[in-house]
């Protein structure tokens, strides 16, 4: 880790994750995150005006508990990264304002940058910098992408994405179905390695010789299988939850691993990527590596932690757009819930203009 390396702050509220993480070029300094799953889980989901007010309290003492980890002042920043979408509309707006405020009273450089891009640069953290170009596959409660990045903070190129489901959002509804609880994830991963795989022949979306090669369909898959379990259950038969579970996950990681070994065959690229919240998957991340060991194809997946949504990622992310003097944003920087992929930062129009009075009246108040 070298000093001129650039310091950057990042934010994430994408969605009931406040992330804040600090990184000094491609090193870790501190990942702190506020969760408000626990209060979304009795609603079965997600509830966007409540992981608002959570971002809300959570701010604050989030970003104070990161600088204190890192061991660094808020006026040793080198700029101020934050997702700028795509995401829940409420969630992103109280990210951005708190990095507009902050980038604002330090004078800093703003960065608004891409959800998406963000996972795939937090690899860095884990394993160096990203070779170019980079294939990413990206699997999480919103998102199921095949991705290649060029330039992670300039040319991101979609190759595939869902059109209905995601991954994520597949495993909450079918945890739903079987009464395991919110989110769904985490507990089918661990029900299936009780259970056999090849148990129950679930369908594989959008695996036929002429559907799209990189998309990714998973509602009839979960329809599939939560017709199978109302079946049994009307028949008064007990449903193998842990064989169900093993099935069904076998399902979806066997595409997901299917489809990106084959992107990276036809695109030439002799890596893969994997990130997003899915990629903490036990199985996913064995058949891929099985999968990409066959193929030649070397294989990165960050640790767990830094699968699911952080600020790290984000402030790897904007490292990289110091390192590369891309322009900063603008302050009248604004939160965009879809905004697509092929944008992995959002630029200002000019530089932007400090206020010196401001910033010396604010030094007093922020963090030493």
């Known amino acids: 880790m070298a000093a001129d390396e650039p310091l950057v702050l990042g934010i994430e509220t994408s969605c009931d994750e406040t992330g804040v993480g600090i990184v000094r070029g491609t090193t870790l300094l501190a990942d702190a995150v506020a969760s408000s799953v626990d209060t979304h889980a009795r609603f079965g989901g997600v509830v966007p005006e409540i992981a608002s007010r959570a971002h809300l309290e959570a701010m604050v003492p989030t970003i104070e508990r990161a600088l204190k980890e890192a061991g660094v002042s808020a006026r040793d920043l080198d700029g101020i990264a934050v997702t700028s979408g795509p995401g829940l509309a409420g969630a992103l707006l109280v990210g951005v304002s708190a990095a507009k405020a902050y980038a604002y009273a330090l004078g800093k450089p703003l960065y608004g940058v891409n959800h998406l891009a963000s996972h795939i640069c937090v690899d860095q953290l884990e394993h160096g910098p990203l070779p170019e170009p980079t294939m990413a596959l990206l699997v999480s409660g919103g998102h199921s992408s095949l991705l290649l990045a060029p330039d992670i903070t300039s040319d991101v190129r979609p190759l595939g994405a869902t059109i209905d489901d995601a991954a994520g959002e597949a495993f909450d509804k079918i945890a739903r179905v079987l009464n395991l609880g919110f989110p769904g994830g985490p507990v089918i991963d661990r029900l299936a390695k009780e259970g ?60 997901l691993t299917r489809k990106a070994v084959r992107a990276c065959k036809d695109e030439g690229v002799d890596h893969l990527m994997i990130g997003g919240g899915v990629a903490a998957n036990s199985r996913l991340r064995a058949l891929a590596e099985e999968r990409c060991e066959r193929a030649g194809v070397r294989l990165r997946v960050p640790r767990p932690g830094l699968c699911t949504d952080n600020g790290a990622m984000v402030a790897a992310l904007g490292a990289e757009m110091v390192a590369r003097n891309r322009r900063p944003s603008d302050l009248e920087l604004s939160a965009d819930s879809s905004l697509p992929v092929t944008e992995p930062h959002v630029p200002g129009a000019h530089q932007q203009h400090t206020h010196d009075h401001v910033h010396e009246i604010s030094k007093d108040n922020l963090y030493s």
């Open 196 to 255: 056999d795989p090849t148990s129950i022949a679930f369908p594989r979306g959008l695996t036929g010789p002429r559907d799209a090669p990189y998309d990714f369909s998973f509602s009839g898959l979960k329809t599939s299988v939560a017709r199978w379990i109302e079946a049994r259950r009307a028949a008064g038969e007990e449903v193998p939850v842990r064989d169900v579970a093993a099935s069904f996950q076998e399902a979806v990681v066997d595409v």
